[in-house]
């Protein structure tokens, strides 16, 4: 029974890929910054999946000792970890750079990139100790190099952090640990509609048009996702939901299949 471990598993995508490893029947650790909220989210998991089978524990990604403790507690309840997935990530709202705090910018740096490279590093040492493992960084907006306008910092740590999949994939080359990456392309969470508090509603509506035609549900998306983490034994692989193909097909069908993904 494979066992995984998600940073920022509360909500969101890593929500639903904790339910999707549940349903395929791994143990599956899930971690968020407040107690409260690990709590809540394994009580949620608990009315559909085996207990046994889940745990939580609260971790803060931008401290290095929280994730040690968390590989630890995890190890712990399960005995191995054989899945690290570092999906902890937050947003910005869509604005220009020189309009946003400093505070602002560092928040999003440290735990969309910094809090990766953390766990990269506990999970790689835990997995080369154990003599086995797979570890997956959760990129996203601007891992390709596509650019958005006020999303700067948010796309900077996501291509940071497409580049540090490739250089770990390299370094664990010869080893029985493997790096890889997910891209779940566009998911309807609250990391979107954030992007657009305090723009004018006429920028909501264009965004609101777009997402109908290139988005999905966190229930459509992380089914799939977690088959394929399971499924794979390819060193540098990228797992990737929304291709190219799929995109140009939305884009051509979209004047005759309407999709209302905002009710």
Excluded at 112 to 129: C, E, I, K, P, S
Excluded at 140 to 164: F, I, M, N, W
Excluded at 214 to 219: G, M, N, Q, Y
Aim: contains cysteine.
């Amino acid at each position: 029974m494979k066992v995984i471990v998600l940073t920022g598993g509360t909500r969101g995508i890593g929500y639903g890929l904790a339910d999707s490893f549940l349903a395929l029947g791994c143990n599956v650790t899930i971690s968020g910054r407040a107690q409260e909220n690990v709590d809540k989210a394994v009580a949620a998991l608990a009315e559909k999946h085996d207990t046994d089978r889940i745990f939580g524990q609260a971790c803060d990604v931008t401290v290095f000792e929280r994730v040690q403790a968390l590989w630890d507690a995890a190890k712990a309840r399960f005995g191995k970890v054989d899945i690290w997935i570092n999906n902890a990530g937050i947003g910005l709202p869509q604005t220009d750079c020189c309009d946003l705090s400093p505070e602002q910018m560092k928040s999003v740096v440290d735990t969309n990139l910094l809090g990766a490279m953390y766990g990269a590093r506990v999970a790689l040492r835990g997995m080369l100790g154990q003599g086995f493992g797979a570890i997956y960084n959760m990129e996203g907006l601007g891992s390709d190099g596509r650019q958005v306008e006020g999303l700067a910092p948010y796309g900077a740590t996501k291509r940071a952090l497409a580049y540090l999949t490739d250089a770990l994939a390299q370094e664990v080359k010869g080893t029985p640990v493997i790096v890889g990456a997910l891209r779940p392309g566009m998911v309807v969470t609250d990391l979107i509609t954030k992007q657009y508090e305090g723009r004018p509603p006429e920028e909501w509506a264009e965004g609101r048009r777009i997402f109908n035609i290139l988005a999905d549900r966190v229930e459509t998306v992380t089914p799939w996702l977690a088959q394929r983490v399971l499924a794979n034994t390819k060193n540098g692989a990228r797992i990737n939901w929304l291709t190219p193909a799929k995109v140009a097909g939305r884009f051509l069908t979209a004047r005759f299949r309407k999709r209302e993904l905002f009710d």
